[in-house]
């Protein structure tokens, strides 16, 4: 029986286009620790209307469980696609627990509290830590989608 392939393509760019903010925000990490207040807080400003990104989020986990359920009968594939899924919301409840605070006690870093260093701390790191677990994200859907379509015999997609 074919299988589309629109809906693990579609998980494999919803979780790509998901590593982007994250990842710029990993590879910012080393520059931007060593600045200083003010300049970290003007910096920071580049990041409005990012919030914008958590549309992609949510559609990847909607893709990625769509992707789990539709591997369910096959072992390893559904497997990692569960791992993707579960990756993913793992970073997005780091991002409530840790980085959404850090934005609101700053009211989007546009206000200095005492433990501004603190929250930068806070904010750096969770966004480093969810750029690795979006990644591995990335890279157990691509491998949950690959595994079924070997296991299938080859490619699904329509021949002309």
């Not at 959404?100 to 700053?106: I, V």
Request: glycine content about 6%.
């Amino acid at each position: 029986m074919r299988k589309s392939i629109a809906v693990p393509f579609l998980a494999i760019v919803l979780t790509a286009f998901a590593l982007i903010p994250v990842g710029a925000h990993f590879f910012e990490l080393w520059n931007k620790m060593g600045l200083d207040r003010d300049a970290y807080f003007i910096v920071q400003q580049i990041y409005r209307g990012w919030a914008l990104f958590g549309i992609v989020l949510f559609a990847d986990l909607a893709a990625l469980l769509a992707l789990a359920v539709s591997l369910r009968g096959e072992k390893g594939p559904f497997r990692l696609a569960l791992l993707a899924f579960g990756l993913v919301a793992l970073s997005l409840v780091l991002f409530f627990l840790w980085t959404y605070p850090a934005n609101q006690a700053t009211q989007n870093w546009t206000v200095v509290p005492a433990d501004w260093e603190r929250l930068r701390l806070q904010w750096e790191r969770t966004h480093a830590i969810d750029a690795v677990l979006t990644f591995l994200a990335l890279c157990a859907a691509t491998l949950a989608s690959l595994r079924a379509l070997s296991a299938r015999g080859g490619s699904s997609a329509p021949r002309g």
